[in-house]
C-alpha cells in the first residue's frame, strides 16, 4: 500500500517524527515500521527523523502487506450501502435502522459487511451505532488508517451529533446530563444510571423544535460513549426517546426516534475539515407524523 499527499499550508514547519507522531496520530508500532524499513519518503526521497516538513512538500508512505493483514470477512449486498463520502482512507454512510454495524458471529452479515462489499475490500468499524439508531458510521479501508482514526476518536476530535424526538417538554433549551451509566442487573439488554458503580457519561442536549403534541425534537451531543448513553440520559431525566423498545415500551412510534445526524472531524492525513449531515426517509416521516 502506498499513500501519497502534500502538506497543506495550515501546517507551521516540523521534524518528520513530530509530523507522523503528533500532527498524523500514527501509533508507536506503525512508526517503527516506517523508520526501520525507510518508508516514509519526502519529495520522493528518503529521509531521517528529525529532517523538517514543510507546506507543499509531498509525502509518501509505504506500507508491506505483511505487516498490516488484511481480515477476510464475508461478503454483504452492496445495495443496501447509502455512501456519504469516500476517499481512499474511509468511508461514511448512512446506516438504516433495524441493522447491525457489525455482527457478533463470523457468519453474520451486517452494515460492515455491505460496506466491504461496496468498497470492494475489507473495511474496519471505527464507531458503531445501536441497530436500531440510524444515521452516519465511519468506518476505515485499510488497517492503516484505522488506529489513527481510533486515536481520534479516543481523543474526542470526532463530533457526533444526533437527533431524538422524545416524549415531554424540555424545561430549558440547553441541557448537560452528567448521569454515571452502568449495566441493569436485571436485563442484560439494558444500562440504567448508576452514580455509584456507573461510569461517567455526559450528554449536551439542545431544544430544537417543540409540537404541540408535548413532544420535543432536540440535539445530542456526545462527550463520552457509553453503550445506550443518549436513550438512558433522556429516559432517566423524564424524557424518552419515542419507538424505544427498552426505554419507552409503551410508544406507538415504529422505529426509535433517533438518528446520527452530523459527523465531523479533521481528516488525519489531508488536514481538511469534513463534516457532514444526513437524515434518513423513515426519520422524517416519523417525524412529520408526531410534529
Excluded at 498490516?68 to 454483504?76: E, R, V
Excluded at 452528567?178 to 458503580?197: A, C, L, S
Excluded at 423524564?238 to 410508544?251: A, M
Aim: with cysteine; aromatic share 8%.
Amino acid at each position: 500500500m502506498k499513500f501519497t499527499f502534500t502538506i497543506p499550508d495550515s501546517l507551521p514547519e516540523m521534524t518528520v517524527k513530530h509530523f507522523l507522531e503528533e500532527q498524523l496520530l500514527i501509533p508507536r508500532k506503525i512508526r517503527h515500521f516506517l523508520r526501520i524499513k525507510k518508508h516514509i519518503l519526502i519529495n520522493q526521497e528518503e529521509v531521517h527523523w528529525h529532517q523538517t516538513v514543510k507546506t507543499g512538500d509531498e509525502c509518501q508512505l509505504i506500507f508491506d502487506e505483511e505487516d498490516y493483514p488484511t481480515k477476510k470477512i464475508l461478503w454483504g449486498n452492496p445495495k443496501l450501502v447509502e455512501e456519504v463520502y469516500q476517499d481512499q482512507h474511509l468511508i461514511i454512510v448512512n446506516k438504516p435502522e433495524g441493522m447491525k454495524t457489525h455482527g457478533n458471529q463470523p457468519d453474520e452479515i451486517a452494515l460492515l459487511n455491505h460496506v466491504s462489499a461496496y468498497v470492494g475490500q475489507t473495511c474496519y468499524v471505527v464507531h458503531r451505532l445501536d441497530m436500531e439508531t440510524s444515521g452516519l458510521v465511519l468506518f476505515a479501508k485499510n488497517p492503516f488508517i484505522l488506529p489513527i482514526l481510533n486515536r481520534l476518536l479516543e481523543k474526542k476530535e470526532i463530533s457526533r451529533e444526533y437527533w431524538a424526538l422524545v416524549d415531554g417538554r424540555l424545561g430549558a433549551k440547553d441541557l448537560i446530563y452528567r448521569d454515571k451509566i452502568g449495566r441493569n442487573r436485571h436485563d442484560r439488554r439494558k444500562r440504567i444510571v448508576d452514580q455509584k458503580n456507573g461510569q461517567y457519561a455526559e450528554t449536551h442536549v439542545t431544544r430544537l423544535k417543540q409540537f404541540q403534541n408535548k413532544t420535543s425534537l432536540v440535539r445530542c451531543r456526545l462527550k463520552t460513549g457509553r453503550t445506550h448513553q443518549i436513550r438512558v440520559h433522556l429516559s432517566h431525566h423524564g424524557h424518552p426517546i419515542l419507538g424505544d423498545p427498552l426505554y419507552n415500551p409503551h410508544s406507538k412510534n415504529k422505529r426509535l426516534m433517533l438518528h446520527a445526524f452530523k459527523l465531523s472531524f479533521i481528516h488525519p492525513l489531508t488536514l481538511n475539515k469534513l463534516s457532514f449531515t444526513a437524515l434518513s426517509d423513515t426519520f422524517e416521516r416519523e417525524l412529520k407524523q408526531n410534529g
